[in-house]
């Protein structure tokens, strides 16, 4: 359970005491003077009463909000790696070049130093605006979205890595520190929704098993996008639906393409790996319908795909990207991934279906 108490740009943290006294809506005298610092109460206080207040406007102008983590099987839980989520290109040079000893001693003695943001780190804090909303709208549910970070170092690195999360004010309880070994069976376990990483060979993997997951790139200069409305976008064939119509075009041809839609055209196409995904924001989405807000919601999805193109690969979708300005992008095809990410879109590839054989070819 996370606490965050603020007064302008001060954060305090509080031990139970002060808990139980900010739950009856007294501000305990000692937080009259600033304590810098973020704090994570892992201890099992359960006053029901505190536990359900998120947020409330107190004297002299002081916020807080209280973030419990929802259950996993009640939760879209994302996965990110820690090479998505933060900028750790120098230190994974150090660790491909010179070894793990040398990669662990660096990470120690920086241990103080923040890692800058990744490519995930926009997605991650739009994640936890929609929650923010979700709570304010339904304060006893826990449909929410749920980060676990996911991350192959040892418990060595973990400090750097709290003390990143609490530099950015991130609310990220749940570390998965797997030592090396396959994260598949802790995704799992959290019952993952998506699984987001820079290691193609672990996504592949994850693809494997039935979990959503998809390679992230980062862009030279990443485009500017929304703080407090989700934007995703999908690709169609091999990402949201199966590659059953790609396998007809890569096979016969465009003309066999048309016939095969033409004659197929009131039979919906089967589920591709992020199709899960895709319905868990609908069902978001729907939470704020039902409270009027259509044409507010914090959450928009886009279908960008290039079916009718006559060329190959497809037609460019990079141009539609930088429209759209999502905080993420899913496609099947290097191609279109590539194009997005050298106009600024944060690109993730999908490796699934028929696209993935004829490239190893």
């Not at 406007?57 to 002081?62: E, F, V, Y």
């Not at 797997?178 to 929704?193: D, F």
């Not at 987001?196 to 693809?207: P, Q, Y």
């Not at 007809?248 to 089967?270: M, Q, R, T, V, Y």
Request: glycine share 6%; hydrophobic share 35%.
């Amino acid at each position: 359970m996370w606490l965050l108490l603020k007064r302008g740009h001060t954060t305090w943290s509080v031990d139970r005491t002060q808990m139980e006294q900010i739950a009856a809506g007294r501000i305990p005298r000692d937080l009259e003077s600033p304590v810098l610092r973020l704090g994570s109460f892992n201890h099992t206080f359960q006053s029901e009463n505190f536990c359900q207040l998120y947020r409330r406007r107190l004297r002299n102008g002081l916020t807080y909000s209280v973030v419990t983590q929802p259950k996993p099987e009640n939760a879209i839980t994302i996965a990110v790696s820690s090479r998505v989520l933060f900028s750790m290109e120098r230190e994974q040079q150090i660790y491909e070049r010179q070894g793990m000893e040398e990669y662990l001693k660096y990470q120690l003695e920086h241990e103080s130093e923040p890692f800058s943001p990744g490519p995930a780190f926009s997605f991650v804090k739009a994640l936890e605006a929609v929650n923010s909303r979700l709570r304010e709208l339904y304060p006893q549910s826990e449909e929410l979205f749920d980060v676990v970070l996911v991350t192959n170092n040892h418990a060595y690195v973990g400090l750097r890595l709290i003390n990143t999360i609490n530099h950015h004010h991130l609310l990220i309880e749940r570390f998965c520190m797997t030592g090396g070994n396959s994260p598949i069976g802790y995704l799992k376990a959290y019952h993952t929704n998506l699984y987001l990483s820079a290691d193609s060979t672990k996504v592949r993997e994850a693809l494997q098993e039935g979990i959503a997951a998809a390679t992230m790139f980062t862009p030279e200069k990443m485009k500017e996008v929304s703080d407090t409305q989700l934007r995703v976008a999908f690709d169609g064939d091999a990402v949201l639906f199966s590659d059953e119509s790609e396998r007809i075009f890569k096979a016969h041809g465009l003309d066999k393409f048309f016939e095969h839609e033409k004659a197929h055209e009131n039979k919906p196409l089967d589920h591709g790996p992020l199709k899960g995904f895709l319905e868990a924001l609908g069902k978001l989405q729907r939470k704020f319908f039902d409270k009027g807000l259509r044409m507010d919601c914090p959450i928009r999805t886009y279908l960008v795909t290039a079916r009718s193109a006559a060329s190959s690969a497809g037609a460019p979708k990079g141009p539609m990207l930088e429209k759209i300005r999502p905080h993420l992008f899913f496609d099947d095809q290097m191609f279109h991934v590539e194009g997005a990410a050298e106009l600024g879109t944060v690109a993730c590839h999908v490796p699934y279906g028929i696209a993935q054989r004829l490239a190893k070819k």
